[in-house]
């Protein structure tokens, strides 16, 4: 149920978030204002938003609807913040969100959050690039990204929100586990093609000898999860994968008016 006092916790965030990330660049009271706002997204439920958790499967319409939803609840020019709803199963595919900042705090079920970072600026400008398996072609060759894989957690309704930063865990994959889920999604600022700030997606690459080790046993890299944290790990910048899209649907939650 929303608190029982009268401006609703997702309007408040709002507010904070404006106030939060107006001040992004002159960081003198940006830490301060960043944890108050990291104070009232910690204590978001689905039931705040209107939102409520979504059978696994059998329910009549499900199967047509897309594995990603996306609800919009606001933005301006310092943020967006929105809900992502994950059917069983589900991914967002490793994407990258240039210079921004965000916060993504689950509503219900559990999402498992890798997150990578860029090494260099550019691309591959002066490093020795390995042998891959598949071999890349010339043109792949151009959009590989060296990077580190920072870490795998997962997460519920009762963790604190995942953070990212232009520089730390600005990468990353989110995959619904034993179930489906959601979470809040608050981006600083926004996604902004005219601006920079367009979404890119990566494939993870492996090497012949990451192959070569992987064949000889049984190991979870077989099915491309990494788990080892500052693990070095080539990237490659492909196009938004076939097989995902994003829908939308209503927010049914409290206005927010910013
Ligand atoms: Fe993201």
């Avoid at 043109?139 to 997962?154: F, K």
């Amino acid at each position: 149920m929303p608190r029982g006092n009268k401006t609703p916790l997702i309007q408040k965030i709002a507010k904070q978030a404006c106030v939060t990330f107006k001040e992004l660049r002159s960081s003198a009271n940006f830490s301060d204002k960043q944890q108050e706002l990291l104070s009232l997204v910690t204590a978001v439920r689905a039931a705040d938003l209107r939102i409520s958790s979504r059978p696994s499967s059998g329910a009549a319409g499900q199967q047509q609807s897309p594995p990603v939803t996306y609800m919009h609840i606001c933005e301006t020019d310092q943020f967006s913040m929105g809900v992502f709803l994950l059917r069983s199963g589900a991914s967002i595919p490793l994407h990258d969100h240039p210079d921004m900042n965000g916060m993504l705090k689950v509503l219900y079920g559990k999402v498992r959050v890798r997150c990578f970072d860029k090494l260099e600026a550019n691309a591959t400008n002066n490093l020795v690039i390995p042998e891959f398996n598949p071999p890349l072609t010339p043109l792949q060759t151009d959009n590989l990204w060296r990077s580190v894989l920072r870490s795998v957690a997962e997460y519920t309704e009762n963790s604190g929100p995942c953070l990212l930063t232009p520089l730390r865990d600005n990468l990353h994959q989110i995959d619904a586990v034993g179930g489906p889920a959601a979470f809040l999604d608050i981006l600083a600022p926004p996604y902004n093609p005219d601006d920079g700030r367009d979404c890119h997606y990566y494939s993870i690459l492996k090497t012949v000898a990451e192959k070569q080790t992987s064949n000889k046993g049984k190991s979870s890299e077989e099915h491309g999860e990494e788990k080892e944290e500052n693990k070095e790990i080539w990237l490659l910048e492909i196009p938004q994968p076939e097989d995902f899209g994003c829908g939308g649907e209503p927010y049914p939650g409290p206005l927010v008016s910013i």
